[in-house]
């Protein structure tokens, strides 16, 4: 979701900030400009002294200015307090034997497991994302599988073999796993 919004909002300012740039350019270069463009020539400044106190006399100009500006540092501050919350475990505490512990990697711990997962019959991709903590990791497993896949069995498999040999490798007492299946879109055959 956050990649999502992030991405319409980089393209909105984008598309917003070419076409005022562009229109400005356009003006200041002497072209030929909209009618309704506020800036006609390479002489006109961006903010007339008319435009500019047009509504310092009226009683609402004030408290919607400040709203505006408060919504929109508002919505900023939650923009960058949700690019610093991490989803992804960064790393799993392993037991060692010795008392001590070492840490894996959670991105390596997902690769090897993305990887196996993608080796199952039937499994055209895997995503696997780590979460939870460093001492009790749970996994969330998404499988594209592929149409002759049977679902029980893709995911029984995974069960066994992929997630039962990350937990066993981990020296984790169990690693919980949510699996999401969708099936991979294919041609339909042609029968002649």
Request: charged share 25%.
């Amino acid at each position: 979701m956050l990649r999502i919004v992030n991405r319409v909002l980089i393209g909105l300012a984008g598309l917003v900030l070419v076409c005022l740039g562009g229109g400005v350019l356009a003006a200041a270069a002497g072209l030929a400009v909209p009618s309704w463009w506020p800036w006609d020539g390479p002489h006109d400044v961006l903010l007339s002294d008319a435009d500019r106190e047009r509504w310092r006399g009226e009683g609402w100009w004030w408290p919607v200015v400040i709203a505006v500006l408060a919504l929109l540092v508002l919505l900023a501050l939650w923009h960058f307090i949700a690019q610093l919350r991490r989803k992804r475990l960064a790393e799993v505490l392993v037991e060692s034997g010795d008392g001590e512990g070492a840490l894996l990697r959670g991105r390596a711990l997902e690769g090897v497991l993305e990887r196996e997962a993608e080796s199952l019959d039937g499994v055209a991709r895997a995503h696997i994302m780590l979460r939870g903590s460093r001492t009790a990791p749970a996994t969330r497993v998404g499988l594209l599988l592929e149409p002759h896949a049977s679902p029980r069995e893709t995911l029984a498999r995974l069960t066994d073999e992929a997630v039962s040999h990350a937990r066993e490798s981990a020296g984790l007492e169990s690693l919980p796993t949510e699996a999401h299946l969708r099936a991979a879109k294919h041609n339909p055959r042609r029968v002649s």
